[in-house]
């Protein structure tokens, strides 16, 4: 499969040359939101495991259900919106938590509503729980392996979004200091894998 390269909006600066701000979502200069990541496409989502409904970052004090994100008409990636920033979302282009391949599960950090549900992911450290929830009342737990804060410009989208046997998660939002237009310019990865 050809990689696709895909940009998450909603207030977070798009890298030069991509597509921009999705005015759908409610994207304003101060959302300080999930990513500019990238992704390599949908996949099909015949034989699927059960959706995620929740995940859990106890050592951060995180519990949120899943909103559903696939992609906009421009070939971005949906995030949350904005009036739901304490809600984390499950990108449904990639695999689903739990089973082979990578899983991401992207939140905002601030919205110009406050503070969000990702707002402390920077705090997660080396080892600690991510714990997912599916429709089906099964729980899979995840130890966190490292983080990285990326430059929007170089978003590793191989690294996140590839192809792998490991049973991945990865938690996106927006990291970083703001550019002048009011945007942060990072994206903070956390990887985790199946226990």
Not at 60 to 66: D, H
Not at 136 to 164: A, C, H, I, N, Q
């Amino acid at each position: 499969m050809v990689p696709v390269v895909l940009t998450v909006l909603t207030g977070c600066s798009p890298a030069p040359g991509t597509a921009p701000d999705d005015p759908a979502t409610g994207s304003g200069a101060r959302d300080r939101t999930a990513v500019g990541t990238h992704s390599p496409g949908d996949r099909a989502a015949v034989g699927r495991p059960a959706a995620p409904v929740e995940v859990r970052i106890p050592s951060i004090g995180v519990r949120s259900s899943l909103l559903e994100l696939g992609l906009n008409t421009d070939g971005t990636v949906e995030v949350p919106p904005p009036d739901k920033g304490m809600t984390a979302g499950w990108y449904t282009g990639g695999a689903a938590p739990g089973e082979a391949g990578a899983a991401v599960i992207i939140g905002h950090n601030d919205t110009r509503f406050g503070k969000a549900v990702f707002h402390d992911l920077r705090k997660v450290a080396k080892g600690a729980d991510v714990v997912v929830r599916n429709s089906l009342g099964e729980s899979m737990r995840f130890t966190v392996t490292g983080s990285e804060s990326v430059s929007k410009d170089s978003f590793p989208t191989d690294k996140v979004y590839g192809p792998t046997r490991d049973h991945a998660l990865r938690l996106i939002t927006c990291d970083g200091d703001f550019d002048a237009e009011g945007h942060p310019v990072n994206n903070l990865i956390v990887y985790a894998t199946l226990d």
